[in-house]
């Protein structure tokens, strides 16, 4: 157990809906970072939160959001899903405001859009 | 633009001999480079790490090489078992002063399947 949280492991969905992914960081860390591993690529940063703020934001799509909440646990929200939205989404986490010298993963969501 | 390229996306390798994972990148802003190993149905785990002050960092079996004038860092196992069968995946962070793009959050490879065969 890494120490960070990530549900549901599975989601399976339409195109068109909407889908929350939830992820609680590990103990004292206050940044977390969204990943999507699609087929054949690697981790795409999405974005990253610290201590409730956006800090960094990668190739995330409008269709997407995400938040940071007062006791730190993470959403990410994705909506008017396409069938190219099927992915694992991995969430991360650090101490600091910068990953520099690593994060801790979660063991991921992986979303099937049909 | 790929900022760090993991050129090989499998390996396979017999049991005992030495594996050799190669990455390279292109941001001279990186100074931090790490590697994480992956099973399926998990998420990545740190292995090991080194700093741009540095030409190589052991571990255990794992030893990683930095090659700042070629902007080359590689991964070795020796020796290798089957238990390292993973994907993995090269990082890089950029030095603290940076705060330009991607200046926060680690950027990482694509990943190379190693497969050792017993």
């Known amino acids: 157990d890494s120490g960070v949280t990530q549900t549901p492991k599975h989601l399976i969905t339409a195109t068109g809906q909407r889908v929350t992914l939830r992820c609680s960081p590990r103990?004292?860390?206050?940044?977390v970072y969204w990943y999507q591993q699609s087929l054949d690529q690697g981790l795409q940063f999405l974005i990253q939160y610290y201590n409730g703020e956006e800090r960094a934001k990668g190739n995330i799509l409008e269709r997407f959001s995400a938040q940071q909440f007062p006791d730190l646990h993470s959403e990410l929200n994705l909506s008017s899903l396409e069938l190219g939205d099927s992915a694992l989404y991995f969430c991360a986490s650090s101490p600091r405001d910068r990953g520099s010298y690593g994060y801790t993963f979660g063991s991921g969501t992986r979303l099937t859009v049909v | 633009d790929q900022q760090v390229k993991q050129n090989s996306p499998s390996l396979s390798v017999q049991e005992g001999r030495i594996s050799i994972l190669n990455c390279d990148y292109t941001n001279s802003m990186f100074d931090y480079f790490l590697w994480y190993k992956k099973y399926p149905a998990e998420g990545p785990t740190f292995l090991i790490s080194i700093s741009s002050i540095k030409d190589k960092n052991e571990d255990g079996r794992f030893t990683v090489f930095l090659n700042k004038s070629a902007k080359h860092l590689s991964l070795h196992i020796v020796p290798s078992q089957p238990g390292d069968s993973a994907v993995y995946f090269c990082a890089a962070s950029s030095n603290p002063s940076y705060s330009g793009a991607g200046s926060y959050q680690l950027t990482f490879g694509k990943g190379t399947k190693l497969s050792v065969i017993p």
């Open positions: 103990s004292g860390d206050l940044s």
